[in-house]
C-alpha cells in the first residue's frame, strides 16, 4: 500500500487537516487516486477541478501518480466557488456517538 494525505484546499478553514489515505500499488492511477480521495473526504469527483502535490505540483496522469511516495501531501483543489455546496460538516446531534439523553442532564 502507498500511504498518502490529502486533503480539500481551502484557505479560508481555520482547521483543514489532512487524512491518511492508501491506495493499492498495483493500481496508481490518476482515476483509483481521485475515486479513493473522494470518497475519504465526501466530495464528488466532478467537483474536482484538479489534484495537487504540495506545494506547487499538479498531478495530471498515471505516471505522475507512480512517482509517489508515501505520505506526500495532496489537496484537491474543488470547480465550484462556494465550496459549502459540496460537502456539509454534520450537526452535533447527527455525529455517531451523540447520545441526547446524556444532553439533557442537568447539574
Known amino acids: 500500500e502507498l500511504v498518502l494525505k490529502v486533503r480539500i484546499q481551502n484557505p479560508n478553514l481555520r482547521e483543514n ?3 491518511e489515505i492508501e491506495l ?3 493500481e496508481l492511477t490518476y482515476k483509483e487516486l481521485l475515486r479513493v480521495s ?10 474536482v477541478q484538479k489534484i495537487r502535490k504540495l506545494p506547487n505540483t499538479m ?8 512517482r509517489l511516495q508515501d505520505f506526500q501531501e ?4 474543488l470547480t465550484v466557488s ?8 454534520p450537526t452535533l ?15
Open 17 to 19: 487537516d489532512f487524512i
Open 24 to 26: 493499492d500499488r498495483q
Open 38 to 47: 473522494c470518497r475519504e473526504l465526501g466530495v464528488s469527483p466532478e467537483h
Open 59 to 66: 498531478l495530471r496522469k498515471d505516471k505522475d501518480v507512480a
Open 74 to 77: 495532496l489537496e484537491l483543489v
Open 82 to 89: 462556494d465550496k459549502n455546496l459540496l460537502f456539509r460538516v
Open 93 to 107: 446531534s447527527e455525529q455517531s456517538g451523540y447520545n441526547k439523553k446524556a444532553s439533557e442532564l442537568t447539574y
